[in-house]
């Protein structure tokens, strides 16, 4: 019996997490960001058009039993299904319960993995994707990451070819648009290629997501970073912005470029003045500022800039100018989860608040109380 077993990547952005996962590439082009440390260790890896088409095809044959162990009402028929499954291995059945997963959620949309999928000439990639959607007509949004140094290089012709057999979004970590944090941070990327590369996105007709880490410059360019980074969106006109607030990682390079002088980390207040200062930057009225993940300190400054910039810059002015007490109350109730922004914390029961004010305040020091907040963060990266 042929193997169906294909391999799924470690990550993909939170809006694709019931998409079906092709993995295109695997590892990432550069694996040299000093902040990162996904693919550490790892050699990076093209997989060419017929690996994929063979991988595609294994996700019908999965499909297809799926869709045959359902009766004539269109219910599924768990027994039938079980007694399928006895023939796979442990790997296949991963491969299987994605796309079932996939399937439940309505089988529409595709993320093409790992950390540059575009490396994959766009020639080879329209042929795959023409494929993948031939296969499942059901398919009707495709999105990828992409490294803007890949992106800039590429013909607009190029890109459009990719948008013709269905890429619909990238998805582009840019980080900081200062090309002194790019170079702290060693992106391997300047503004330039990155204000290159979104606009040739742009123009080829696909839907742009930028990603920013308000942070990753440290205390020394905290303010440059914000100015420089709206500048970036505001040459761009990208459709989402995505904050990723920075979090130190203790086995990334950074954290011994802190040990060593290098970097001052910034404090979760002023890496949330940093976010104030980018969004207060940014003009376009179409960008979509999208705080989608818990460790950007308010977690509802969602929305289109047009329509919600000045209420979301009174979101954060109310924040930053909370009382110390109240304010650090705030900041561990959403560490831990428990709200997005402080109007869910003054709804929370008084015995419940009462209990994270004590917690925080026994912190006497600054310096402590940064340490526990991070320790909570780097749970979450
Ligand atoms: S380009 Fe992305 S995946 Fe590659 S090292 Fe940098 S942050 Fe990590």
Not at 199 to 206: D, F, L, Q, T
Not at 224 to 245: C, G, H, I, K, M
Not at 302 to 311: D, H, L, M, S, Y
């Amino acid at each position: 019996m042929p193997d169906r077993a294909f391999d799924i990547g470690p990550i993909r952005p939170p809006s694709e997490a019931n998409s079906l996962l092709l993995q295109v590439t695997r590892g990432c082009t550069w694996n040299k960001c000093k902040f990162c440390v996904v693919y550490r260790g790892q050699n990076f890896r093209i997989m060419q058009p017929e690996d994929l088409k063979r991988n595609i095809d294994n996700m019908v044959y999965f499909r297809d039993i799926i869709l045959e162990a359902e009766d004539a009402q269109g219910r599924l028929r768990k027994d039938r299904l079980y007694a399928r499954l006895q023939e796979f291995s442990q790997m296949e059945l991963q491969g299987f319960y994605m796309v079932w997963n996939w399937l439940a959620h309505g089988g529409r949309n595709v993320f093409l993995q790992d950390g540059n999928s575009i490396a994959l000439k766009p020639e080879k990639l329209a042929d795959v994707l023409f494929y993948l959607r031939e296969k499942f007509p059901s398919i009707e949004r495709i999105t990828t990451y992409g490294r803007a140094e890949t992106l800039s290089r590429y013909s607009v012709e190029q890109l459009k070819l990719l948008r013709e057999s269905g890429l619909d979004r990238i998805h582009v970590g840019f980080e900081s648009g200062s090309d002194n944090v790019l170079r702290l941070i060693n992106k391997g990327l300047t503004q330039e290629q990155q204000i290159a590369a979104g606009r040739k996105v742009r123009e080829a007709g696909m839907e742009l997501s930028m990603y920013f880490m308000p942070g990753i410059g440290g205390k020394q360019y905290s303010a440059e970073s914000a100015e420089q980074t709206a500048y970036v969106v505001n040459q761009t006109n990208p459709d989402f912005v995505r904050l990723r607030t920075f979090v130190l990682k203790l086995e990334s390079e950074m954290y011994g470029m802190l040990r060593n002088g290098e970097f001052e980390e910034c404090t979760d207040i002023e890496k949330l003045q940093e976010i104030r200062a980018l969004v207060d930057g940014i003009v376009m009225p179409d960008v979509n500022l999208v705080s989608d993940h818990i460790v950007n300190l308010i977690g509802s400054l969602n929305g289109r800039i047009g329509e919600r910039k000045t209420a979301m810059l009174e979101e954060i002015d109310r924040i930053l100018a909370l009382p110390k007490e109240e304010q650090r109350t705030y900041q561990l109730a959403r560490r831990h989860g428990i709200v997005d922004n402080y109007e869910q914390l003054l709804r929370l029961p008084s015995n419940r608040t009462a209990h994270l004010r004590e917690m925080a305040m026994t912190y006497d020091e600054e310096r402590l109380w940064e340490n526990h907040l991070n320790e909570i963060l780097r749970q979450y990266v």
